[in-house]
């Protein structure tokens, strides 16, 4: 049954599935289509632009850059606009990006194109986190945020069909990802509510600062995060480009890697639990040596279609696993602030990113993309060595911190 806050105005209630649903469809297109499609078409972008691997590097940055310059805002302008402006303002950055890349004849519109479609990523969960609160029933939050998220794999399988039936005609394929967008936007100003569905019984006292020591966990969480980031952008940006040119592999067959990325991806949903039975600390460190191994993987035989696909689907549920662990980690830690929790990580995985995609075209141009490959699964597998490191966010933590900022640390860290 739908439920509306005397704040909304909306044209008619949304009930929580149809909420599910259209978030779900609306985080395909920012994440899957506007952000992490780009590196499945790189190898024919390169080719027809006459890009070098550096330049796609730096190109492959303003997302991540556009995401973090948009988390910074994206919850203030979704109080003031309400969710439903707020929902198709984002929808029209992506229309804007997707459009410029469609049409892009050099790097500047190349690159305007993929900062605009990060400005989308970055304001489209704050605009919908807005209206969930406004429509859904407060009891359903859980179950409706999970199948939100649940999008980014739906959108990045749906960039396959795209490269599989649209060949090299990568400008088609944005141009049909922007009528897509319009089409998602539409659809956001028919259904969510017009208002914020602010808590004015909230107190106007600021929140109190953060001890020292949980402070300190959370910049430990973050340093992960980031780490994970960096280690990630690689496969992200030069993985389709690295089958095609290193392996040979025609360019549309490099769409079944994104295919496997988010059909795997989606084993990354029981994250929780398995940080619950084994502990956060050990869990992220078996993902990340996991999401080393995919790029490991790639590079031992790229000209072998199978192996590719399973590096994939290793880098899917890895990848997918670390975000959450990141974020139930991120919350567990401030528990008095869950969405301060759920943006840090989020921020940090975003400037790992930002910092790694350059730099992983320089070290494809200098090492070329077996060295810069395994240099980056290096770097991963050092991070999972650090895990001891990994601050505790597990239940005990969680009661620690909600017991009052005088608790001290728990003795124990890395565990779940």
């Known amino acids: 049954m739908p439920f509306r806050s005397s704040s909304s105005q909306s044209a008619q209630p949304i009930s929580a599935t149809t909420y599910a649903a259209l978030g779900a469809g609306l985080i395909a297109v920012a994440y899957g289509l506007a952000r992490f499609a780009f590196g499945l078409f790189v190898p ?101 945020n999970a199948v939100m998220n649940a999008g980014t794999s739906l959108g990045v399988a749906l960039a396959v069909p795209a490269v599989l039936l649209l060949a090299g005609a990568w400008r088609e394929a944005y141009a049909a990802f922007a009528l897509l967008a319009a089409l998602g936007a539409a659809a956001a100003w028919a259904l969510l509510p017009a208002s914020a569905a602010a808590d004015r019984e909230a107190p106007a006292t600021p929140p109190a600062r953060l001890p020292a020591q949980q402070r300190r966990r959370v910049i430990e969480l973050c340093l992960f995060s980031a780490a994970m980031g960096g280690v990630s952008s690689a496969y992200w940006v030069f993985a389709p480009d690295l089958v095609v040119a290193l392996g040979g592999l025609e360019p549309h067959l490099s769409g079944w890697l994104w295919l496997a990325v988010g059909v795997a991806g989606l084993a990354g949903a029981a994250a929780g639990d398995w940080a619950d039975r084994h502990g956060a600390g050990v869990t992220q460190a078996v993902a990340l040596a996991t999401l080393a191994a995919g790029l490991l993987l790639l590079i031992a035989a790229p000209s072998q279609l199978m192996l590719a696909i ?36 989020f921020l940090a995985i975003a400037v790992g990113q930002a910092i790694g995609s350059p730099l992983a075209g320089w070290a494809v141009e200098r090492f070329g993309y077996t060295g810069a490959f395994a240099a980056f699964a290096g770097l991963g597998l050092a991070a999972a060595a650090c895990w001891p490191l990994f601050p505790s966010s597990g239940p005990a933590a969680q009661a620690a911190s909600a017991a009052g900022p005088s608790e001290p640390d728990p003795p124990r860290r890395g565990d779940g």
Not at 314 to 339: C, D, E, K, N
Request: aromatic residues 8%; positive net charge; charged residues 10%.
């Open 44 to 144: 024919p972008i390169r080719e027809e632009l006459g890009l070098s691997a550096e330049v796609m590097g730096f190109i492959g940055a303003q997302p991540f850059i556009s995401f973090v310059f948009a988390s910074l805002f994206a919850s203030a302008v979704a109080e003031r606009l309400g969710a439903r402006a707020a929902t198709v303002l984002s929808g029209a950055f992506a229309v804007a990006g997707l459009t410029l890349i469609s049409q892009a004849e050099g790097p500047l519109v190349l690159g305007a194109g993929v900062f605009a479609c990060g400005l989308c990523t970055g304001t489209m969960m704050p605009a919908l986190n807005t209206g969930l609160h406004a429509a859904v029933r407060p009891t359903l939050h859980g179950r409706v």
């Open 310 to 345: 399973a590096s994939a689907a290793l880098f899917g549920v890895a990848y997918m696993t670390l975000t959450a662990v990141y974020l139930i980690s991120g919350i567990r830690l401030l528990p008095h602030r869950p969405s301060l929790g759920a943006v840090l990580p």
